[in-house]
């Protein structure tokens, strides 16, 4: 991952995950730039991945050190997904 991307590719996300969702996880690690979660076309579900873009490269690196391979319960009633699940996170 080059410092000046700090872009990550996000698997094994929950179907009803959305980019606010992704986002309240990872924000811990540092500011957020972009988030984005892949849809299906028809429809509009995710289709299980996504991509989270740090400000810092530094951060993006801690969010993938401490989110890969983890297993996460996603249970805020608004925010997050209510779905257990094992995410991978990797440099995009």
Known sequence: MSCDEGKLFVGGL???????????VFSKYGQIQEVVVVKDRETKRSRGFGFVTFENCEDAKDAMAGMN????????????AQDLCSVHVAAS
């Open 14 to 24: 929950s179907f009803d995950t959305d980019e606010q969702c992704l986002e309240t």
């Open 69 to 80: 391979g983890k297993v996460s319960i996603w249970h805020c009633i608004d925010l997050l």
